[in-house]
């Protein structure tokens, strides 16, 4: 559905991953094979009037897709039930900056528009999204509050140029990606369901233990209160924390930051940055500062099953981990299970924070790098002594730093961080696509 097709907003996990995974056929085909080759299901035909018609309005969505979207959130966020899947401070205006949710979603509308020939070039983000929804537990019953505030949204925006003739292609190209992600969604939920310690919808944990990390982060150490099996997952994954304000509910993702298994003893890890407001005015994170303010030892929390696709792939390859502020997380896990997988393959860890007292898991870090030879850990500081490197990290200081440039490439932060590291590596040091994986809070065009 092309509200959903939008990138991950991560005040919670907002992310583009780009990493080697199977394509959607084009838009063309009759049937979508699943992206594990184990499914084959029917899908509507898009008539080849329908995708030229869309593909001649990208220009216009180009153009206008920001007010569209404005205008299809402010009316369909005044469904509870709808609201309760986004995150109300991604709706907020910044000075001289585009509001995060509707700007996102308006680049993936015209991607969708200007791609919709060639389905295969938005895979990672049709999977991306899937993973996504499943964990916030997005059903099929949403897609058609979605499409209908859509269309409504375009015809109301474009007023008489939205001829009937492009309402209805619209109407049938919506209505297209829809199956997919449904389809896709489905298959996800089933998957989970049937594996060994998973579930459908919401599962009740137990807070074993609250931990303060720094002056800005916590995490919350969890148990099941059924005490049934855990669910694996890959390092770098999220569940969903789904909580109730005045008897609405909400939900916001969060990384597991710490690997499945390896002496969990039951226990699942997620660390959560306090969402300060962005500007005077702005509103503050809600889901982040009821668990920092709010949230004790023995309290219930509902949890959705752990999803994502910023994951560890298996790779003979050095690694390279790079995270910023609560960016730290996902690398974290990944960190974690690399160490407790191997003796030997080199890893480098590159932590930037804006001072010693914001930085999570320093003493964590400082004992792995005590404990393990194949460990090279780096942090820097915007504020801290001097005999730490200054952050911003710069592809100078990455040099200094990593011995092969032929690694496997992970990295998580703000978008300053990431657009240097990003053109640094693909651009200058000609690391393939294939061996950069990362999460970017925002949409790639800002990458």
């Not at 979603?105 to 528009?113: F, I, K, N, P, Q």
Request: net charge neutral.
């Amino acid at each position: 559905m092309a509200l959903f097709l939008k990138r991950f907003n991560f005040g919670v996990r907002a992310t583009f991953i780009s990493a080697s995974r199977s394509s959607l056929p084009p838009l063309s085909s009759i049937t979508y094979r699943s992206f594990h080759g184990t499914k084959k299901v029917e899908s509507p035909q898009l008539s080849q009037e329908t995708i030229d018609i869309v593909k001649a309005t990208a220009p216009v969505i180009a153009e206008h897709g920001y007010s569209i979207t404005r205008n299809m959130y402010g009316r369909m966020l005044k469904d509870p039930e709808v609201a309760a899947l986004f995150n109300p401070s991604h709706q907020v205006e910044m000075k001289g900056e585009k509001a995060h949710q509707p700007w996102t979603l308006a680049c993936s509308v015209h991607a969708y528009a200007a791609n919709i020939d060639n389905l295969a070039a938005l895979s990672e983000a049709v999977e991306r999204i899937a993973q996504k929804h499943v964990s916030l537990y997005v059903l099929p019953r949403h897609y058609p509050i979605v499409a209908e505030n859509l269309l409504w949204s375009i015809k109301h925006t474009l007023g008489d140029a939205a001829t009937p003739e492009i309402c209805k292609a619209w109407g049938e190209a919506v209505a297209f990606l829809a199956d997919i992600f449904i389809k896709r969604e489905t298959e996800i939920r089933e998957h989970k369901r049937d594996t060994v310690g998973g579930w459908l919808g919401w599962r009740e944990f137990v807070v074993d233990r609250k931990v303060v990390e720094s002056s800005e982060i916590v995490s919350l150490y969890l148990k099941p209160k059924d005490e049934g099996a855990l669910l694996d997952y890959p390092a770098g994954s999220y569940s969903a924390i789904r909580v109730e304000f005045d008897g609405i509910a909400t939900q916001r993702n969060y990384t597991l930051s710490k690997p499945a298994g390896h002496g969990h003893d039951g226990v699942w890890r997620i660390t959560v940055k306090r969402e300060s407001p962005l500007f005077e005015g702005a509103p503050s994170g809600r889901v982040s500062g009821y668990i920092h303010d709010k949230v004790k030892e023995g309290d219930v929390l509902n949890m959705g099953v752990p999803c994502g696709d910023f994951v560890l792939k298996e790779s003979n390859k050095p690694h390279v981990l790079i995270s910023g502020g609560v960016g730290i997380t996902p690398v974290l896990a990944m960190l974690e299970d690399l160490i407790n997988k191997t003796t030997k393959k080199t890893i480098y860890m590159i932590n930037t924070a804006r001072c010693p007292e914001a930085e999570a898991m320093h003493d964590v870090l400082a004992d792995y790098r005590r404990k393990h030879m194949n460990l090279f850990i780096k942090t820097l500081y915007d504020e801290g002594p001097d005999v730490y490197p200054k952050a911003p990290l710069s592809m100078d200081q990455l040099d200094q730093m990593i011995v092969d440039r032929d690694c496997e490439y992970y990295f998580c932060g703000p978008k300053g961080m990431m657009k240097t590291i990003y053109h640094g590596l693909r651009d200058h040091w000609n690391i393939p696509e294939s061996q950069l994986h990362y999460e970017f809070f925002g949409p790639t065009e800002d990458l």
